[in-house]
């Protein structure tokens, strides 16, 4: 009896292990597509540009060998657009990343909440984020276009002037941001909107018996628990910005002048247009070391102000 | 009834999957125009381009398999290309896998000569069976795309650039446009045109007289009587004040507002009626609404000049049958192609009387055929189309002068025509001392590179 007893339990043990082992293998099957194409199709690649950062490839001929050449190259100031491109990115992220995400905020609390058809305005708001970023520069290069531009003759229906948006300094990176952040406010208010949706009623409740009005419901009960949403959204946005390069090609070319040249359409010219394979290898190898330090700065101030519940 | 829409499910992915795998080969096959007979030999050409050229292509291929091929037993196989940019089609040639005979970015046919990817073509063409006939093409044809005088690849037509222009804006304005080279406007009756037809309201321009690429300036340069390097390439050109004064004399016409910026496309405004010339548009572009001819660029001030287009045709070094694929190519550019090409206005052939026979000239429009074709056939001291420098000193001066950044702060207006020059020079300059650059440096590594066939045969001595 105790014999069969203890073959029961040593029969239940390998069955608690095979279902214990089962979802980890069901877990790995379901990740195992997306690890694998990663390794294969982000990973990989890493390695070959890293190596032709380190060559003068011209992407016909066998590389040749200059060792650090091309990082000398740049940080030397042989290529006179590099920092001029480094500027205007930096300039692009700085409005970028907290408009959009301020705005994306906004439509996420102008949607959390139940209406009839507001899921009609989600979708609306989401449309450009599965639209071509090619399609959207060009409508919008139209829709700033200084004389036939939508944008200009609503101005001046009321007036104004409008300004030969693309053709001034200051106007076309602001006519960019303005595309930019239109393209990707869909997607940040999908993301904090399911941050509301996470919000604790019974917090919402409490707070509001303990007095509270909506701002500091907002301040002080909503927004710490959406500090996660903020803090992937700073991240993904933060990486977006900094390779920001269809609008850019689409809209302006980066110009007027260099006033719209950025980082990648710097890195897209010196390989695709010099055929300077290896400078541009080094200025994306450049790149990813910027961004994984910017990543990883954002990671360690996070744990001041993310809550996670 | 779940495992009944298990199955169906199934089904259907098993169909989609099914779908989608015979798309694909549908997409990888079925590029040829008709199977090679048995015994005959398969020439494949590629090409990027709209579906226009795709068509145009494909009805050159047909006129050269009727007027020779067929008798030789060729048969040209057309094959898709790969998007539709240069990056893809250099791709092919890196990785061994371009067509028998590809058309491509003539400012590349130097790199891929110098790395041994294509053949030289001279040794063929000066072959006494199945050669060429120098007479047949302008020198054009031979002169153009040389590498160190060498020929490596064919261009059976040129994009003419010049003005396209507005008839009825002109006839309103009362404006005569010249109808040869010959008689060229001078650029201060350009300017005093270009004035009368710009139109400005609130500070606005709603008619521009005149909209150029920035490329306008090398004809500038040239027609100022400066070149864009010195003799033997050791020194970026534009150093003179007359080449200084000639492009700064065409921002003034940006800063001014008779030009568009370079954000501002010309064809949309040339179509609507708010430019009254453009610089190098294409026929099949311009709308049937328009009345439209064609006229020379002015002398900038001493001559009048243009800078012309032409892509390459080039057969790689692995082609499987490189004779077949220069007789194919001879075809491509020989009179039945160079006609199709002639008919379908999309560029002069360099063929003589093709761009000179009907299929050429009866046309509509334009009514003054000849400034095109004059570009051509003018030469001389002072030709009508100036050749600009090749190899990697050209791309450097290039990609300064007409591309990238210094270009679009000349033609938005925002930088100096002094910086735009200073700023060029040094960099065109700098990378001539980089690569220790004069004239005979090209041919030096041409012929230690072992890319020539044969270094004794050349067709243009």
Known sequence: MAAAQHATTRVGRSRNRKRGAWPAVRGWLFIGPVVIGTLLFNVLPMIPTFYTSLTNWDGISSPQWIGFGNYDQIFSGGDPEFMRSLINTIIYTVAYVPIGIAVGLVLALLVNRQARGMSIFRALFFIPVVTSLVAIGMVWRWIFDSQYGVLNWLLGLVGINGPHWLGGSVSAMVAVLITGIWAIMGYNMVILLAGLQNVPAELIDSSKVDGAGAWSRFRHVMLPVLTPSLFFLLIISTIGSFQVFALIFVMTSGGPGDSTYVYIYELWYQTFQLRKMGFGSAMAVLLFVVLAAITWVQWRLSKRWVFYQ | ?461
């Open chain 2, 1 to 461: 009834m779940s495992a009944n829409a298990t199955t169906t499910r199934r089904r259907f992915l098993g169909g989609g999957v099914a779908l989608a795998g015979s798309a694909g080969l549908a997409a990888c096959g079925g590029s040829s125009s008709g199977s090679t007979p048995k015994g005959w030999t398969s020439v494949s050409f590629m090409s990027i381009g709209d579906a226009q050229d795709q068509a145009m292509f494909k009805e050159m291929i047909a006129a050269a398999q009727k007027e020779s091929l067929d008798k030789q037993q060729i048969k040209i196989q057309w094959r898709p290309a790969p998007g539709d940019d240069w990056e893809r089609t250099t791709a092919l040639f890196a990785s061994g896998t371009a067509a028998d005979i590809t058309r491509m970015d003539d400012d590349r046919v130097y790199s891929l000569a110098l790395d041994k990817k294509i053949w030289q073509l001279d040794p063929w063409i000066l072959d006494k069976k199945d050669g060429m006939n120098k007479d047949d093409y302008y020198d054009t044809f031979w002169t153009d795309n040389t590498v160190e005088g060498y020929q490596f690849c064919m261009e059976p037509a040129m994009g003419a650039n010049v003005l396209y222009y507005n008839k009825d804006l002109f006839e309103k304005a009362g404006i005569t446009a010249p109808t040869s080279w010959t008689e060229a406007w001078g650029w201060d009756d350009f300017v005093t045109n270009v004035k009368k037809l710009t139109k400005k309201s609130g500070g606005k321009t709603s008619v521009y007289g005149v909209g150029v690429p920035v490329n306008i300036v090398e004809p500038m340069i040239y027609g100022a009587g400066d070149t864009a390097l010195n003799a033997d390439q050791t020194e970026c050109g534009l150093a003179t004040p007359a080449a200084a004064e000639s492009i700064d004399a065409m921002a003034e016409l940006v800063r001014n507002g008779n030009i568009p910026t370079i954000d501002i496309e010309q064809l949309p405004l040339f179509n609507s009626g708010k430019l009254a010339m453009a610089w190098g548009l294409s026929v099949q572009e311009i709308s049937k609404n328009i009345k439209w001819d064609i006229m020379p660029w002015p002398k900038s001030p001493l001559y009048a000049c243009t800078k012309n287009y032409a892509r390459a045709f080039v057969i790689p070094k692995t082609a499987k049958e490189p004779k077949a694929a220069y007789l194919a190519l001879k075809a491509l550019c020989g009179k039945a192609a160079s006609d199709v090409i002639a008919k379908h206005q999309w560029a002069v052939p360099n063929f003589r009387t093709a761009a000179e026979g009907p299929a050429f000239t009866d046309h509509p429009a334009p009514a003054t055929k000849k400034v095109w074709s004059e570009t051509l056939s003018i030469g001389g001291e002072h030709p009508v189309m100036i050749r600009m420098p090749r190899g990697p000193i050209g791309l450097v001066w290039a990609s300064t002068f007409v591309e990238g950044t210094l270009a679009n702060g000349l033609m938005s207006g925002k930088m100096k025509t002094a910086d735009y020059i200073k700023r060029g020079r040094k960099l065109v300059n700098a990378e001539i001392a980089k690569e220790k650059w004069n004239s005979k440096e090209g041919l030096k590594k041409l012929q230690a590179s072992g890319a020539l066939a044969d270094d004794s045969a050349k067709v243009v001595s």
